[in-house]
């Protein structure tokens, strides 16, 4: 098992280009979380899944889309970038079943917009 | 709004000394509380949860509902423990959301 993955692993962006990071899991989770890290705030999430067709927002969701297309991925948009989006990108994932087992995490992605 | 409070950006021991790293969160009847850690290029990971009661990596945390604490504690710091700490509480249970604290820096010196 691979676990959660996430690609890719950096990226540098201009101002007001988009772009999509990728979350895969091979778990069979049902829910997935778009995180987002950064100095001194801890992780705060932007924006999750409870499953296949199905997505919701965070605690700071604005200037992201999500989507959920197949049950095993989890896409993270940004549309315009903004400097304000620089930052450490975590995916999770975790099954339905037990509401108090972990979330399993990805690597994370470093994105950096200029 | 349920908040998750972790006071101390940076916690600095040396090795042997004892660990606390303090976590507070607002009141809300039965709480779900974790202490996640990243290791230095590792991934977030879970290091352990209060409903298990368990020990990990010598690690232990209770919580105390009257004080409204999940601190986290070690009686003799290992270098290897260096790290970021977060904790963690489920919010809203059709979703398993959790919200994080700021997170703890500790750095255990040789």
């Known amino acids: 098992n691979a676990g959660v993955t996430q690609t890719p692993k950096f990226r540098v962006l201009k101002t007001g280009q988009s772009m999509t990071l990728l979350c895969a899991q091979d778990?069979?989770?049902?829910?997935m979380y778009w995180y987002r890290q950064d100095p001194g705030m801890g992780l705060r999430l932007i924006h999750y899944?409870?499953?296949?067709?199905?997505?919701a927002k965070g605690e700071v969701p604005d200037g992201y889309n999500v989507s959920r297309l197949k049950k095993q991925n989890f896409l993270l948009g940004l549309e315009s970038a903004a400097p304000s989006q620089t930052s450490v990108y975590f995916c999770?994932?975790?099954?339905?079943?037990?509401?108090?087992?972990?979330?399993?995490f990805g690597p994370g992605t470093r994105l950096t917009v200029l | 709004a349920q908040r998750v409070t972790q006071p101390e950006k940076l916690l600095s021991v040396f090795k042997g000394a004892p660990v606390e790293l303090k976590c507070n969160y607002s009141?809300?009847?039965?709480?779900?509380l974790f202490w996640y850690v990243q290791y230095s290029r590792q991934r977030l990971q879970l290091l352990l949860r209060?409903?298990s009661r368990e020990s990990i990596k010598g690690f232990t945390a209770d919580l105390n509902k009257g004080e409204t604490s999940f601190h986290l504690k070690k009686p003799f710091a290992q270098e290897e423990d260096s790290a970021m700490y977060y904790c963690?509480?489920?919010?809203?249970?059709?979703?398993?959301?959790?919200?994080f604290g700021t997170g703890t820096r500790l750095q255990v010196f040789p």
């Open positions: 999770a994932s975790k099954k339905l079943a037990e509401h108090t087992d972990t979330q399993y």
């Open positions: 778990m069979n989770h049902e829910y």
């Open positions: 209060h409903i």
């Open positions: 009141y809300s009847g039965s709480p779900e």
């Open positions: 963690a509480r489920i919010l809203g249970y059709n979703t398993d959301k959790l919200i």
């Open positions: 899944s409870v499953g296949e067709g199905t997505t």
